[in-house]
Structure formats: structure tokens, C-alpha cells
């Protein structure tokens, strides 16, 4: 099937703040659909199904409904809304000046039309909530770019709203990117080689020389900081909040796939050059089109099937995974579990990293008798710094590396 879609087409969308007198008979007709379907016992497969398809959830006024829904979230209220009132006693969160200086840049291209004082307000209530939500969460790692995402859910759904959206956001959407390290996010971007392996082979050969890091901005902030129209990325966000967090990362190998063409005219060899085309994503992007593709390739090639191992290296805790099947039962409470077990996850790989490097260096004097030894002081290093979850994986993994360096 040919999953590429052409980025360069309008998408065909809804304005977003329009009232109902001037949407057309059948996006009223599908607003009825969806606003039955958030009934009290929500229908949350209708969801999805009316937030992937064409327009998906068409306005702000039916999404306010929609998406505490799809985030699993009571509105203004509920067991997982944080405190409104005790944040602003809580300690300061580390990242807050970095956090005010990314609000003094947002609202660049939208909302439009307002006046100054208007836009001052709404910086102030977008620093309230990403400063109420690292307060609340202080193991929260901020990102430059989180107030891009923050932003469009501030104005989606109000400032209340919008610190329990983001809180579940942070904790069980993009807890991948909130850690203490870099590493878990380009995960995510190294699952990219495999899906444009089995959608076009050649064009992932003609890539092979590029790391995908061009990708990392736009799937950092959930293409927020990318996309200029505020009904383009209101409706992305329909698309996303509706399926797993590995659905972003096939969106974009969908964008690579629709510029296969002018790809191809770049020499494979230019590597940086093919970087910076791919870091920028093409304006303007046929949402539609891109969408539909997206479900197509993620329905044909889910992750469990991608080649190279690459979904088996994802850490079990990583969101790529726990967003996958019934995740919206998931509470905060879990979000933080899973956080901390991401945490010790890193550490044990850094002192796996230590492990290897002092077996480098101490290779040399290291005949088989010093190797039996040595590996014996290894596998109590291991029991002592916490490696015991790892068991025999480690020690395989370290004997493989005992071999590798007995060889030189």
C-alpha cells in the first residue's frame, strides 16, 4: 500500500471558535454524534473513531467535552485534579525560569487579533499552569517546547481545565520526555528507520546516513512547536489524544514518506542538508490525508512487527508502550510509579555504561584466569550497585563484552 501522503495539499478543516449558525449541516450533524457519545458513560470507542476521522472533534466547544474523555480526566473536579488552591505554597520547581522565559515567547501566532493586556493574561495563565503542574510533580523534568503544548490546551479548555489535562498529559502521555535524561525520547525517534524499512525500503536506505534527530523537535511537542494555525494543530490534537503515544512517531515517518521525491533529489551522502529539510515540516501539511495514511501504515505495520528489535529495546515503562491498549484506567498515582521505575531503569544503564568502561580500561593484563576473576568481582559490583532485576541479561551482556575485549 502506498502510505505517502501529499503534505503540500490544504487540509480540510473547521474553523475552530466558529459558532454552530456557521458550521455546515454535516459537522453539526457529526458535533450531535460526538457530544452523545460523552454521555455519562462515555462511548469511548465512538470517540476515537470520530476524533481520527476527517475534521476530527471540528470545534473548541465540543473538544472541552471530548477530551477530559480521552485523557480520563473528570472536568474541574475528580480524584486526579490537582490541589487549586496549596501549589503556590509549594517549593519552587527547579526549571522555572526556564519556564518564564518560554512563556514570554508564546502566543506568537495565535490567538490572533488581540490586544496586548490580553495576550499578558494569557502568558500569565499558561506559566500558572505549567508552574502549578512541576510544583505539584516536582520529579518533572521541563522541556523547551512543553509550553507550545501547554499553550493549546490552555486555550481548548480553560485554566482549570487545563492543569489536570496536562498533569495526566506529563505523567502518562509524554512522561518520556519530562525524565532527567535524553536518552528514553530518542527512543521513540529510533523506531523511525524501522517503519520506513517496511514502508519503503529504498527511501530508509537513502536515509541510513541520517540520524533521525531531525525529528525530535516535532515529536517533543507533539508538532506544537511547528504548526502555525491553531485549527491545524487543535485538530492534530484530536488525532493524538485519541491513540497510544507511538501514533506520533508514525505521523511523522507519514510526513518523511509524502517528500519522497525531494528527498531522492538530495545526494544521500549530504547528510546535514537532508537534516535540515526533514527538521522543518512542509507548510502546509494536508492533516487529512496524513491522518488516514498514518492509521493505514500503523494498522499494517504495528510496532510489535517492525524489524531490527527495535519495539523489544523499548523499556517496558517507556510511554510507547504503556500507552498501548486500555491505558486510560492509568492514574496519576501510576504515572508516578512508572516515572520512578524510568528513573531506576537509567541509573542501571548508566552503571552498566561504568561496568563496560572499566572493563576497557582494565583489558589488557585480562588472560582467561584474570577474565573468570574479573567477572566474579563484576557480579558482585552488579548485586551491590542494584543490578539484581537484570540477572542473567547482564551478566550475558557483560561476558559478550568480556569476549569482545579478550579478542584485541
Known amino acids: 500500500m502506498d502510505y505517502r501522503a501529499d503534505a503540500s495539499l490544504p487540509s480540510s478543516k473547521i474553523p475552530n471558535e466558529c459558532h454552530n449558525q456557521d458550521i455546515p449541516p454535516a459537522a453539526r450533524a457529526k458535533s450531535r454524534r460526538i457530544?452523545?457519545?460523552?454521555?455519562?458513560?462515555?462511548?469511548?470507542?465512538?470517540?476515537v473513531q470520530y476524533a481520527t476521522s476527517t475534521d476530527g472533534l471540528i470545534n473548541d466547544e465540543v473538544r472541552r467535552k471530548a477530551w477530559p474523555i480521552l485523557l480520563?480526566?473528570?472536568?474541574?473536579?475528580?480524584?486526579?485534579?490537582?490541589?487549586?488552591?496549596?501549589?503556590?505554597?509549594?517549593?519552587?520547581?527547579?526549571?522555572?525560569?526556564?519556564?518564564?522565559l518560554d512563556v514570554e515567547r508564546s502566543f506568537i501566532y495565535y490567538p490572533?487579533?488581540?490586544?496586548?493586556?490580553?495576550?499578558?493574561?494569557?502568558?500569565?495563565?499558561?506559566?500558572?499552569?505549567?508552574?502549578?503542574?512541576?510544583?505539584?510533580?516536582?520529579?518533572l523534568s521541563y522541556f523547551q517546547g512543553f509550553h507550545d503544548i501547554v499553550q493549546v490546551f490552555l486555550l481548548v479548555l480553560g485554566v482549570e481545565d487545563a492543569v489536570a489535562a496536562v498533569s495526566r498529559l506529563s505523567l502518562l502521555r509524554i512522561r518520556d520526555f519530562m525524565l532527567p535524561s535524553l536518552?528514553?525520547?530518542?527512543?521513540?525517534?529510533?523506531?523511525?528507520?524501522?517503519?520506513?524499512q517496511v514502508a519503503d525500503a529504498r527511501l530508509c536506505q537513502h536515509l541510513s546516513q541520517t540520524q533521525p534527530f531531525f525529528a525530535l523537535a516535532a515529536t517533543l511537542t507533539l508538532y506544537a512547536h511547528d504548526i502555525q494555525e491553531y485549527g491545524d494543530i487543535a485538530r492534530l490534537f484530536d488525532f493524538l489524544l485519541a491513540h497510544g503515544a507511538v501514533v506520533?512517531?508514525?505521523f511523522f515517518a507519514v510526513i518523511i514518506l509524502s517528500r519522497r521525491e525531494e528527498l531522492f533529489d538530495i545526494p544521500a551522502d549530504e547528510s546535514e542538508m537532508l537534516h535540515s529539510v526533514l527538521s522543518k515540516l512542509p507548510k502546509p501539511?494536508?492533516?487529512?490525508?496524513?491522518?488516514?495514511?498514518?492509521?493505514?501504515?500503523?494498522?499494517?505495520?504495528?510496532?510489535?512487527?517492525?524489524?531490527?528489535?527495535?519495539?523489544?529495546r523499548i523499556s517496558p515503562y517507556s510511554v510507547l508502550k504503556t500507552t498501548q491498549g486500555n491505558f486510560r484506567q492509568q492514574t496519576l498515582s501510576d504515572g508516578v510509579d512508572?516515572?520512578?521505575?524510568?528513573?531506576?531503569?537509567?541509573?542501571?544503564?548508566?552503571?552498566?555504561?561504568?561496568?563496560?568502561?572499566?572493563?576497557?580500561?582494565?583489558?589488557?593484563?585480562?588472560?582467561?584466569?584474570g577474565l573468570a576473576i574479573f567477572v566474579g568481582v563484576i557480579a558482585f559490583w552488579i548485586r551491590r550497585s542494584g543490578f539484581e532485576s537484570y540477572g542473567a541479561i547482564t551478566l550475558r551482556r557483560l561476558w559478550e563484552h568480556l569476549r569482545l575485549i579478550g579478542r584485541h
Request: proline share 7%; charged share 30%.
Open 183 to 196: 536518552s528514553p525520547s530518542l527512543a521513540h525517534l529510533r523506531l523511525l528507520p524501522s517503519i520506513l
Open 35 to 47: 457530544l452523545d457519545a460523552c454521555r455519562e458513560v462515555p462511548d469511548i470507542e465512538a470517540l
Open 72 to 100: 480520563a480526566y473528570i472536568p474541574s473536579s475528580g480524584s486526579d485534579a490537582v490541589d487549586r488552591v496549596a501549589w503556590h505554597n509549594l517549593s519552587r520547581h527547579k526549571d522555572e525560569h526556564q519556564v518564564r
Open 338 to 369: 512508572l516515572f520512578e521505575k524510568q528513573v531506576s531503569q537509567l541509573r542501571r544503564e548508566q552503571r552498566l555504561e561504568q561496568a563496560r568502561a572499566t572493563l576497557w580500561k582494565y583489558r589488557r593484563p585480562a588472560g582467561r584466569v
Open 285 to 312: 501539511l494536508d492533516l487529512e490525508a496524513l491522518i488516514a495514511k498514518t492509521m493505514s501504515l500503523y494498522a499494517d505495520f504495528p510496532p510489535e512487527r517492525l524489524p531490527f528489535r527495535s519495539w523489544a
Open 112 to 139: 490572533k487579533n488581540e490586544s496586548e493586556p490580553q495576550l499578558d493574561r494569557r502568558k500569565s495563565e499558561l506559566s500558572a499552569v505549567i508552574i502549578q503542574v512541576l510544583r505539584t510533580y516536582p520529579m
Open 248 to 250: 506520533s512517531v508514525y
